[in-house]
């Protein structure tokens, strides 16, 4: 059965950086499309970006261009987040999800992660 | 950007109402519109596509409709196990944009 599965909760302080991992399985990893969304306490997900995995072609939100990197490692069927300059405004519950459609970006999401809540504070 | 306004913002109604939440895009996207339940600190679920497909799985009476700007959700017989923040979401193009949120609560 398809799976993702993330790495575990992290504390970071201000100006820090994290790295969130997303491992996948129960399909072709190379097939679908990943996006990272998150969602800050009681507030609605927001997207933040996406990757091909099979060529490591990446699309991120506005907002967080400079300071989001989205990679992958196809030996392992993972693919990582990191965010960098990290502020108190970035404390929320990160998630993977896979599109939908095989192949296609204009999709939605049918398989998430359990989540990864990352906490910034001094 | 593009921009998703859901109305209302929550809604209270009693086991076996008809319940109805707007979906209202700043400009035309076709079809592209998705619908997720989450559930208290649970994971978001899909439960239509395409502005009117359900995804397999999920109760029929959850429906979906609209195109263009404007889309409804539709919960025909409102069940406890409804009860959860219900989002659209667009899906034709970056950024991949969330509505606020609806809130549904039993009365």
């Known amino acids: 059965q398809v799976q993702l599965v993330q790495s575990g909760t992290e504390v970071k302080e201000p100006g820090a950086s994290v790295k969130v991992s997303c491992r996948a399985s129960?399909?072709?990893?190379?097939?679908?499309?990943v996006h990272w969304v998150r969602q800050a306490p009681g507030q609605g997900p927001e997207w933040m970006g996406t990757?091909?995995?099979?060529?490591?072609?990446?699309t991120y939100a506005q907002r967080l261009q400079g300071r989001l990197t989205m990679t992958t490692d196809t030996s392992t069927s993972t693919v990582y987040m990191k965010l960098s300059s990290l502020r108190s405004e970035d404390t929320a519950v990160y998630y993977c999800?896979?599109?939908?459609?095989?192949?296609?970006?204009?999709?939605?999401?049918?398989?998430w992660g359990q989540g990864t809540l990352v906490t910034v504070s001094s | 950007d593009i921009q998703m306004t859901q109305s209302p913002s929550s809604l209270s109604a009693s086991v076996g109402d008809r319940v109805t939440i707007t979906c209202r895009a700043s400009?035309?996207?076709?079809?592209?519109l998705a619908w997720y339940q989450q559930k208290p600190t649970k994971v978001p679920k899909l439960l239509i596509y395409?502005?009117?497909t359900l995804q397999s799985g999920v109760p029929s009476r959850f429906s979906g409709s609209g195109s263009g700007t404007e889309f409804t959700l539709t919960i025909s017989s409102l069940q406890p196990e409804d009860v959860g923040t219900y989002y659209c979401?667009?899906?034709?193009?970056?950024?991949?944009?969330f509505g606020q949120g609806t809130k549904v609560e039993i009365k």
């Open positions: 999800a896979r599109s939908m459609i095989v192949f296609v970006i204009a999709s939605p999401y049918d398989y």
């Open positions: 129960g399909y072709s990893f190379t097939s679908y499309y």
């Open positions: 990757i091909h995995p099979g060529g490591g072609t990446t």
């Open positions: 400009q035309g996207i076709s079809n592209y």
């Open positions: 395409a502005a009117s």
């Open positions: 979401q667009k899906y034709n193009s970056a950024p991949w944009t």
